[in-house]
Every structure is written in C-alpha cells, then in structure tokens.
C-alpha cells in the first residue's frame, strides 16, 4: 500500500510543475479565441473545407489511408481521387466518424489541443532555459496573441497543427542542445517527420535536428540505428511527397499541387507590391506591432553576441534562420496573400525571441534590471492577446461573401440532407457555391459546384445530366427551369432537387 501511495505521488508530483503553464496558456486562449467558436467561415473557407472533404471522402467512400480524395469533381475528375498533405489526421477523425457518426469540428479541436499542447511545452521548456519562468510565459502569450496563430488554432487548415508538432519538437530537445549535451528522442522523430509529411517545407526542421546532431557526434555518438531512423524519417517525408505528386498526376488531378514561386522570377514592381502588401500587413496584423521591434532588437543583440553563444545555439540559430530564408525566397509571392505561410516562420521566430531574451540577461545582473524585462515582456505579452482578441473578432464576425457565401447554410444543409440517405454514388451539382468542395461537404456527396473555384459558367439542366449528375443544390442562387424534376427539400435559402431522366 505504502509503495503504491508513492507512485501515485510521484505521479502527481510530475504532473503538478504543467499545472500552472497549462493554466496559463489555457486562459490566454480562451481570452483570445473570444468568439471564433463557429465555422468553417471566414477567411480561406476554400481550404478550410478542402480539409473536411478529405475527412468526408474517407468516411463515405474508402478507408485506404494512401487513397486519399476530395468531393469535387472538377478538379479531381477521376472519383475525388486527389492527394495533398499526409492525411493521418483526416483518416483517424473519418474512421471515429463511422463508428460516432460526423463530427465536422473534430479537425477544429484537434489542432486547438496540439497547439495548447504544444505551447504549454513551449512554456514551460523556455521557463527553465531562461529560469525565469514569468519571462517564459510572458514570450508564450506574446505568440498566442499573433492573430494568425490564433485564427488557426481553431481552423480546419492543418497549418496550427504542423506550428504545433514543430515546437513541440524544438521544445523536446532545446534542453539537452543548451546543455551542450543533445539528446536523440525517439518522440521528437516522430513529431518532426509527422510535421513534414502534412507539409513539406516543415521537413527543414527535421533536416536541422539531424545536423546538429551530426555536428555532435564526437561528444555524443549516434549509433547506426539512430541515424538510420533520422534518414529513415527523411526519405518518409520525400517519399510522400513524391507518392502526392504521382497520384494527383495519375488520377488527373493538379488542384493541391504547391509549387515555387521565387523572388527572383518576378519582375521588380511585382516584387515591390508583394513587400509592401507583407509589410504593411505583417506589422500590424501577424504580431503585434512592438514584438518586431523587441525581435529586431533581440537579433541584433545575438549578432553582437555570436561568439558568446554556446555551439549548439548558433547551430540552431542559423538554421532555422538559413531555412525560413529559404523559405521566404523560394514561395515569395505567395506571402502576398497566404497568411498562414508564416506559421511556417513562426518557429524560427519564437527561438530567436527565447535566445535573444537569453543573450541579454548576462547585462541584467541587478534585480531592478531583471524585474524591468520582465515588466517589458509583460506588457506586450498583455498588447499581443488584446490585439488577437481584435483580429479574431474581426475574422469572425464579419458577414459571409465572396468565397464563403454558402458558410451559414452548411450545418442546416447537413441536418436536412443526412436522414434522406442520397445514395452513395449520387452525383451532386451545386449553383451558388464559390468553394470547390463547401457545400459538398454538407451534403457528402460527390459533385461539380458552380461557379466553384476555380469560377466556370453555369451548366445548363440538360448538360448536367449528360455529366451524370443525379441531384441539384441550389443555394441563394436563381434556380433554372425544372418541370419534371422532384423537389426533395429546402427553406428559403436552398432547394435540393432529384434530377429525372
């Protein structure tokens, strides 16, 4: 009895010091998120139910994992088939939902725990590097207050997910690379390979962990089996993306295909408008304002510093810079419009931030100094989730349009629609819809959206029956001549129709 007393309080006692990050890190979430409770909405709808078509084609319409699909048929011709990012994630939610039946915020819930996970590492990891634990958390809640971050912590895009697996990666092995003594954890191989399976420029973290461990290997030998398993996650990750390339090739499909678009293949004013379209909206709208300044001045103190910075800190400083550089210039004018594309940077910045903050406390010996930076971090940890409390009302609240138009539809579509049981080969046009996969979703069926995304002319009745198609969605859109057709169900918003030969 007296020993099983002691375990259990050994248990307690190793959970008791994630008591109070986990508390911190929750409440600041909750103060941010605010109101974004509901979606899929907003901004990047299309991606967003992008991802819950892959969930939807899983359930209904296969389990193989490396047979991954889409609803539109548009852009995946050939039955959905279409591959984008690893879809572990998608077909574990698919195979509980048919078992407990759909649950289209699950991917909104999954990415909100990894990233409260995640930053809770995060916290209390920077905490004992600095041993100034208020500093630790302070720095934590500067990144909760990043309104992209937040935006996406709660969204169906896979972005905050992979931000997640990534730092708790860096958070795992920060230690040990402080220490001058790396460690190789099994659990950082995983999170780091899983991370660049979903998305590929991710893989760079992975690529950086096996060379400072390589650069170590001297003080701190590998072994075959370690440094197989580190090659090992490399090739998993290309290998992957390679299989993505092929299938979409294969079944005809290219609409989740991501390539590079550098810098130096654009002319100069184009370059010019994306820096300022990245400037005037990054400062304001990424972090808040006053945490560039504090970055820009902790980097200039690390290069001041370099040279006091123990070996591994360099290591990791300088890839992860040398690799979002990389990054920058190699997707460039994406960064004029895609704004989770920082997530990707966001690492990098955190590190800087942590090392900086850590460079500078050698010229803070007095206690006034001390408790000055901490006021400091203090108070822009406090701006930064104000800001981000504001710009998720501002994403979340706003009327739907443009893409989005068909957001506040979905869950009374979805309920209307689900106890009719459409066949699972029916074939579903929707009018009204400017998202290649939204109201699809809703329906989970497979079909052709018009004007969809990429926008294509109206078909006529007749040329939507020679496509095969079997029902009509329309969605506050004018509904064309159909005597003869069955009306199924509808409101004042939309109609669904059986199409008749």
Not at 360 to 366: A, D, I, V, Y
Request: aromatic share 12%.
């Amino acid at each position: 009895m007296e020993g099983c007393a002691l375990d259990r309080a050994g248990r307690w006692g190793r959970l008791v010091p994630w008591c109070l990050p986990a508390t911190v890190v929750g409440l600041a979430l909750f103060v941010v998120l605010g109101q974004g409770w509901v979606g899929p909405a907003g901004i990047h709808f299309i991606r967003q139910t992008d991802s819950m078509a892959f969930v939807v084609h899983f359930r209904e319409f296969g389990a193989n994992l490396f047979a991954p699909g889409v609803l539109d048929l548009r852009n995946a011709p050939d039955h959905g088939a279409a591959a984008g990012e690893f879809p572990l994630h998608y077909w574990i939610i698919a195979c509980l939902e048919r078992t407990a039946g759909p649950m289209p915020m699950a991917i909104r819930w999954l990415s909100l725990g990894a990233v409260f996970l995640a930053l809770v590492h995060f916290a209390r990891t920077v905490g004992q590097l600095l041993e100034a634990r208020f500093t630790g958390y302070a720095i934590t809640l500067t990144l909760v207050g990043s309104p992209v971050l937040a935006y996406y912590t709660f969204n169906h895009l896979p972005d905050a997910l992979v931000f997640a697996l990534v730092l708790s990666g860096w958070s795992l092995v920060m230690p040990g690379l402080v220490s001058d003594r790396p460690r190789f954890r099994w659990a950082a191989l995983v999170l780091f390979t899983l991370a660049g399976a979903i998305k590929a420029p991710a893989a760079m973290h992975l690529i950086a962990w096996t060379v400072i461990l390589t650069l170590n290997r001297p003080r701190e030998p590998l072994g075959v089996g370690k440094a197989s398993a580190l090659l090992l996650g490399i090739a998993l990750v290309g290998a992957w993306h390679l299989y993505a390339r092929w299938y979409n090739s294969h079944h005809g499909t290219h609409y989740f295909l991501t390539w590079a678009e550098p810098v130096w293949a654009m002319t100069p004013d184009e370059q010019r408008n994306t820096w300022l379209l990245i400037t005037d909206y990054w400062w304001t709208k990424y972090l808040h304002p006053s945490a560039w300044h504090l970055a820009g001045v902790l980097c200039l103190l690390l290069l001041l510093r370099w040279r006091h910075l123990a070996q591994n800190e360099r290591a990791v400083l300088a890839l992860l810079w040398a690799s979002a550089t990389a990054f920058v210039l190699l997707f460039f004018r994406k960064f004029a419009d895609h704004d989770y594309y920082f997530l990707t940077l966001l690492p990098a910045i955190a590190w800087t931030l942590v090392f900086g903050t850590k460079a500078m406390f050698p010229w803070l010996r007095k206690p006034w100094a001390r408790t000055g930076s901490a006021m400091v971090w203090g108070g822009l940890a406090i701006a930064s989730l104000l800001l981000g409390r504001l710009e998720i009302h501002r994403r979340t609240t706003g009327a739907a349009r443009d893409h989005a138009r068909v957001a506040p539809y979905l869950s009374g579509i979805h309920g209307s629609i689900a106890h009719m049981g459409l066949p699972t080969d029916a074939r579903v046009v929707v009018l009204g819809d400017s998202s290649a996969n939204g109201a699809l979703t809703a329906v989970a069926r497979m079909g052709w959206a018009f004007p969809g995304y990429p926008a294509a002319p109206e078909p006529s009745v007749r040329r939507m029956l020679d496509m095969g198609a079997t029902h009509l969605l329309v969605i506050d859109h004018p509904t064309p001549e159909l005597t003869g057709h069955r009306h199924l169900t509808g409101t004042d918003h939309w109609d669904l129709w059986e199409l008749t030969r």
